[in-house]
């Protein structure tokens, strides 16, 4: 089977963290995976990154699914999106990032 692969991330493995992505060709639909719940990122500013998304979302779908705020009982800011097949992104404020 072929397929192309697209590695994501801030710098090289193993010194910073970087997804890959497979794209597998002739696969028509995935099934929204059950080994993970969602990815997180870190991004300067949770509502700005929630404005970002949401201006993309309005036209190529996706969702926030939380507005950006504290978590519960802390102070860490994070929001979370969903992409347009379903799948769970938490971006995590740090501020200088």
Known sequence: QQYTL????????PDHAELELTY?????KYELGTAYGHIAISVPDA???CNA????????????????GPVK??????????????????FIERKGT
């Open 24 to 28: 597998n060709y002739g696969v028509e």
């Open 53 to 68: 998304v949401r201006a993309v979302a309005a036209k190529l779908g996706g969702a926030i699914t939380r507005e950006a």
């Open 73 to 90: 009982g802390g102070t860490s800011v994070i929001a979370f999106a969903q992409d347009p097949d379903g799948y769970k992104i938490e």
């Open 47 to 49: 509502a700005a990154t």
């Open 6 to 13: 697209a590695f994501v991330g801030y710098g090289r493995n």
